[in-house]
């Protein structure tokens, strides 16, 4: 079946439409016509009657018995009335003179007596007829009236309606036909129309048709995107959990087997026991790292998807901070860690002020010092910068010398549980999520992300946040 709907339905859509015009037009040229014809028979009547009172009103003044003369006159199908100068009624022949009321008062009458010619039209008593009045001034002062019924415009109708049904069973007929071969030739191009390509049928439809195909196209697109889109999620739905239950399996399991090795008294140096419970407690630390990392991102997905405000009220509130400063804190607390790995950790600090949330901007800010650390050399160097571009926009850029990233991997590196160097992922620490937490933070934030970096040539990560309007508080001018 057509999308369109069935050709049966279209058939009678078409016919009922070619009736309902054929039966609109039949009626308004039969009531149009019906008034002219009215119309110009009344007229014609009109001057019969106008010649013909001429005649009589000739006769009667050129005798001195009316009576006998107007019973003498023959004019079929009028009435003739002899009008005295009182208006009352001497003679007619159709009714008793004396039972009939005055007529003085009548318009064709007084017109008549003014100008010596009067004439009226009036609707009869009989249904869908009018009377035609002429009355002549006599030179006796007298008034001699002819008038004649006249066919109304509601007797005509009447007189069409058994050709008007004859009519309308020919347009019927004819309707049905018609509609049946036009609904066919109208709906031949669209049970042509293929919805799995719409383009295909651009050429031979019509012209009217191609704004609906070209959406119907779109809205395909549209929902092959969304399908990719919806595969893609569920593929790293999946990934994340396996990645999840890999990541939480390794710390448990070492937890568990150091834990078992102790509580059976398998270990009873005390040296190994402090080694185990040492490396229980690292394990524990990694271990409650990862459940905070999922739990931001979380929180962060949930904000992204939701438009209310209490998904990010879980987040934490928004306050102006102050990105050197932010900075300054971050130094401090990765100090030890890039003392450890050989790595010199340096401050290029400018005026910057962001309207966010503290402990995600801290996180973003620390994820990203914390693996430049963690990819450098021994002997490297990452720099911590914040400030303002040439276009107002505050950013907070990180830059090392570490190991690189390949072009291929780059659009990669943000996504969750990837790691650039898997050979010594586990060695270099971190729970996969730093990244994830940082493109996450930086879109909660209006930010956006630009990465530079060539293999063995180091890294430089910008964060640029959006023009900030600030609240009417001065801004550092010595970066604290």
Same mark, same amino acid.
């Given at each position: 079946?057509?999308? =369109?709907?069935?050709?049966?339905?279209?058939?009678?859509?078409?016919?009922?439409?070619?009736?309902?015009?054929?039966?609109?037009?039949?009626?308004?040229?039969?009531?149009?016509?019906?008034? =002219?014809?009215?119309?110009?028979?009344?007229?014609?009547?009109?001057?019969?009657?106008?010649?013909?009172?001429?005649?009589?009103?000739?006769?009667?003044?050129?005798?001195?018995?009316?009576?006998? %003369?107007?019973?003498?006159?023959? /004019?079929?199908?009028?009435?003739?009335? !002899?009008?005295?100068?009182?208006?009352? +009624?001497?003679?007619?022949?159709?009714?008793?003179?004396?039972?009939?009321?005055?007529?003085?008062?009548?318009?064709?009458?007084?017109?008549?007596?003014?100008? $010596?010619?009067?004439?009226?039209?009036?609707?009869?008593?009989?249904?869908?007829?009018?009377?035609?009045?002429?009355?002549?001034?006599?030179?006796?002062?007298?008034?001699?009236?002819?008038?004649?019924?006249?066919? $109304?415009?509601?007797?005509?109708?009447?007189?069409?309606?058994?050709?008007?049904?004859?009519?309308?069973?020919?347009?019927? +007929?004819?309707?049905?036909?018609?509609?049946?071969?036009?609904?066919?030739?109208?709906?031949?191009?669209?049970?042509?129309?293929?919805?799995?390509?719409?383009?295909?049928?651009?050429?031979?439809?019509?012209?009217?048709?191609?704004?609906? !195909?070209?959406?119907?196209?779109?809205?395909?697109?549209?929902?092959?995107?969304? %399908?990719?889109?919806?595969?893609?999620?569920?593929?790293?739905?999946?990934?994340?959990?396996?990645?999840?239950?890999?990541?939480?399996?390794?710390?448990?399991?070492?937890?568990?087997?150091?834990?078992?090795?102790?509580?059976?008294?398998?270990?009873?140096?005390?040296?190994?026991?402090?080694?185990?419970?040492?490396?229980?407690?690292?394990?524990?630390?990694? !271990?409650?790292?990862?459940?905070?990392?999922?739990?931001?991102?979380?929180?962060?997905?949930?904000?992204?998807?939701?438009?209310?405000?209490?998904?990010? $009220?879980?987040?934490?509130?928004?306050?102006?901070?102050?990105?050197?400063?932010?900075?300054?804190?971050?130094?401090?607390?990765?100090?030890?860690?890039?003392?450890?790995?050989?790595?010199?950790?340096?401050?290029?600090?400018?005026?910057?002020?962001?309207?966010?949330?503290?402990?995600?901007?801290?996180?973003?800010?620390?994820?990203?010092?914390?693996?430049? /650390?963690?990819?450098?050399?021994?002997?490297?160097?990452? %720099?911590?910068?914040?400030?303002?571009?040439?276009?107002?926009?505050?950013?907070?850029?990180?830059?090392?010398? $570490?190991?690189? /990233?390949?072009?291929?991997?780059?659009?990669?590196?943000?996504?969750?549980?990837?790691?650039?160097?898997?050979?010594?992922?586990?060695?270099?620490?971190?729970?996969?999520?730093?990244?994830?937490?940082?493109?996450?933070?930086?879109?909660?934030?209006?930010?956006?992300?630009?990465?530079?970096?060539?293999?063995?040539?180091?890294?430089?990560?910008?964060?640029?946040?959006?023009?900030?309007?600030?609240?009417?508080?001065?801004?550092?001018?010595?970066?604290?």
């Amino acid at each position: 079946m057509s999308p =369109f709907g069935s050709k049966h339905t279209l058939s009678r859509r078409v016919f009922g439409t070619v009736f309902t015009v054929a039966f609109a037009a039949i009626a308004v040229f039969t009531v149009v016509g019906s008034a =002219f014809l009215q119309s110009n028979l009344a007229a014609v009547t009109r001057s019969e009657l106008h010649d013909e009172a001429e005649i009589v009103a000739a006769a009667l003044d050129s005798t001195t018995n009316d009576i006998a %003369v107007l019973q003498r006159v023959e /004019i079929e199908n009028t009435r003739l009335t !002899l009008i005295a100068e009182d208006g009352a +009624v001497i003679y007619d022949n159709q009714e008793p003179a004396a039972t009939m009321e005055n007529h003085g008062q009548r318009p064709e009458v007084l017109q008549a007596r003014e100008t $010596g010619h009067g004439s009226d039209e009036r609707d009869s008593t009989t249904i869908g007829e009018v009377m035609l009045y002429e009355a002549v001034l006599l030179d006796n002062g007298q008034v001699i009236r002819i008038a004649q019924a006249q066919a $109304g415009v509601l007797s005509i109708l009447l007189s069409f309606v058994g050709p008007l049904l004859i009519i309308a069973a020919m347009v019927i +007929v004819v309707s049905f036909f018609a509609a049946r071969r036009e609904s066919r030739a109208i709906i031949a191009p669209l049970l042509d129309v293929d919805l799995d390509h719409p383009k295909r049928n651009m050429e031979g439809a019509y012209a009217e048709m191609v704004p609906m !195909l070209e959406r119907i196209e779109s809205q395909r697109q549209e929902l092959k995107q969304q %399908v990719r889109v919806l595969a893609d999620n569920d593929r790293m739905r999946r990934e994340f959990t396996a990645n999840i239950t890999h990541e939480l399996k390794t710390p448990l399991t070492a937890i568990s087997g150091y834990a078992e090795l102790i509580s059976s008294d398998m270990v009873v140096d005390e040296a190994d026991v402090k080694d185990f419970a040492s490396r229980i407690y690292r394990e524990a630390g990694r !271990l409650t790292a990862l459940v905070n990392d999922i739990l931001t991102l979380s929180n962060l997905d949930e904000a992204e998807r939701s438009e209310s405000d209490e998904a990010a $009220g879980v987040l934490g509130s928004t306050e102006p901070i102050d990105l050197p400063r932010m900075l300054e804190t971050v130094q401090q607390r990765l100090e030890h860690v890039a003392l450890k790995a050989e790595v010199a950790l340096f401050l290029d600090e400018h005026p910057a002020m962001v309207i966010g949330v503290p402990r995600l901007l801290d996180e973003l800010a620390y994820n990203l010092a914390s693996n430049a /650390i963690r990819y450098n050399r021994p002997g490297g160097s990452v %720099v911590l910068a914040c400030g303002i571009d040439d276009d107002g926009r505050p950013f907070i850029r990180v830059e090392d010398t $570490g190991i690189g /990233i390949a072009r291929e991997e780059q659009a990669k590196i943000f996504e969750r549980f990837y790691r650039v160097d898997k050979s010594r992922s586990k060695a270099r620490g971190g729970t996969g999520l730093g990244l994830a937490i940082v493109k996450h933070a930086a879109a909660f934030h209006g930010a956006t992300i630009s990465l530079d970096s060539e293999p063995d040539c180091g890294t430089r990560i910008v964060v640029t946040f959006p023009v900030q309007v600030l609240p009417s508080v001065a801004v550092p001018t010595d970066g604290r």
